[in-house]
């Protein structure tokens, strides 16, 4: 069964760099199945897509963020990373890693990682 | 981008009520349209995807429906743990866009 696991600083100041990496379990990352994606949710609102991976290194970006977003592959560690910079408080958010399928079901998001709360704050 | 609309943004049922939620899609997505389930929190669920199929272990009172550009999500009989909040999501094109949402809460 794969796991996701996000990890990194849950306070970040304002115009600082965001910074999670997921860690995945039970699965290789380097398979050319899926797109590694990261996706947010702010506290009450709904989801939003911030980008995905692939296990080559191609990226897409959410059209939003796409000036201030990098996503990387680490293949020997099993990890993906997100890093967004001059971060405001609207980039409070909880933040998912997720495993997205390339071509069946429906090209779902159909593993998650549990969440972590990251709040831009000084 | 593809925008998509969730109705009702609310709803309030009862154990044992059917309900349908319906996602419209600002364009034909053919049939790339899955929904989420999300309870306070915990990361959402897969629950149904291409439209209509059962995630494994999902329970079969839910189900999908629809094509093109108008889709429904449907809980036959509602369980005390269908209350959550659900989701529908797009991935015909990128970006993916998801719905805003749909709490389904206790009457």
């Known amino acids: 069964q794969v796991q996701l696991q996000e990890s990194g600083p849950g306070l970040v100041k304002p115009s600082q760099t965001l910074s999670l990496t997921c860690t995945v379990t039970g699965g290789s990352i380097n398979s050319g199945d899926y797109y590694w994606t990261w996706i947010r949710q702010p506290p009450g609102k709904g989801l939003e897509w911030i980008g995905y991976?692939?296990?080559?290194?191609?990226?897409w970006y959410s059209p939003s963020l796409t000036s201030r977003l990098t996503i990387s592959i680490d293949t020997s560690e099993n990890q993906f990373s997100l890093s967004l910079s001059s971060v405001t408080a609207a980039d409070t958010a909880v933040y998912y890693c997720a495993r997205r399928n390339k071509i069946v079901l429906g090209r779902s998001f159909d593993f998650w990682g549990q969440g972590t709360l990251v709040t831009v704050s000084s | 981008d593809i925008q998509m609309t969730q109705s009702p943004s609310s709803l309030s049922a009862s154990v044992g009520d059917k309900v349908t939620i319906t996602c419209r899609t600002s364009q034909s997505i053919s049939n790339y349209l899955n929904w989420y389930q999300q309870k306070p929190g915990k990361a959402p669920k897969l629950l149904i995807y291409a439209v209509s199929s059962l995630q494994s272990g999902v329970p079969s009172r839910f189900s999908g429906s629809g094509s093109g550009t108008d889709f429904t999500l449907t809980i036959a009989s509602l369980e005390p743990e269908d209350f959550a909040t659900y989701y529908c999501q797009q991935s015909s094109i990128t970006p993916p866009s998801l719905g805003q949402g749909t709490k389904l809460e206790i009457k």
């Open positions: 991976i692939y296990y080559s290194g191609t990226t």
